[in-house]
């Protein structure tokens, strides 16, 4: 039991106890007692978490080692996983605990893009008009308020803005900006659609590129 013990010597052999008294004695500390705690990451902070260990009892100072090596009695900076701490009081007790910092379930951004020549499907001439449709799909979870379309005018075409109000920049590269309602692409993506004038590069022949 925890408390202050005296102790007393009796060499006379009528049990006489006035010979030597030495008060106080022995002194018995508590049993060690140890609590692990931690702060789990955060999509934020995948490197955030934390973890501690609060010692009571027992006969300071203590020490602390970690499963990571860390010798403090909070780590920071920590990913998700286990941690195991042992902790050494100044009698050499030990008690050991372990603390899991789970992993969070973070939402993912995962744009897709298709472009698909929409008319005309037939070969085409010199100064015809041509279109592209540009659809961009979320895949992912993560919602998404607003998205850019960046389209690199292809070799042989001219950017016509008049016929394409929506898009800015020029050559070699244009853009649209689409804002998604509620931050949620609908199933089928949002579709777009772009238009150049075909312009002949290379050898022409009646008005057709070979």
């Known amino acids: 039991m925890p408390g202050v013990y005296t102790v007393r010597v009796y060499p006379d052999i009528n049990g006489q106890p006035n ?22 990451p955060t999509c934020a902070q995948l490197n955030g978490g934390s973890v501690s260990v609060t010692a009571t009892n027992g006969a300071e100072p203590y020490t602390y080692l970690w499963s990571n090596g860390n010798t403090n009695a909070t780590v920071n900076g920590l990913l998700g996983g286990t941690y195991t701490v042992c902790v ?98 609908p199933a089928g993506g949002i579709a777009r659609f772009i238009g150049y004038i075909y312009n002949c590069i290379g050898s022409c022949s ?4 070979k």
């Open 206 to 209: 009646d008005s057709h590129c």
């Open 19 to 40: 010979c030597f008294t030495e008060s106080p004695g022995v002194t018995v500390n508590e049993t060690l007692q140890i609590v692990c705690s931690g702060t789990d």
């Open 88 to 185: 050494i009081d100044a009698n050499m007790c030990a008690l050991d605990c372990s603390y899991n910092l789970i992993v969070p379930q973070c939402d993912s951004l995962d744009v897709a893009l298709t472009k698909v020549l929409t008319s005309p499907l037939t070969p085409v001439q010199v100064g015809d008009d041509v279109t592209f449709t540009i659809t961009v799909f979320n895949q992912g979870t993560d919602p998404i308020d607003s998205v850019q379309i960046v389209d690199y005018v292809p070799a042989g075409y001219i950017f016509n803005s008049v016929d394409n109000p929506n898009w800015t920049g020029s050559a070699p590269s244009v853009y649209y900006t689409a804002t998604i309602g509620n931050g949620f692409l």
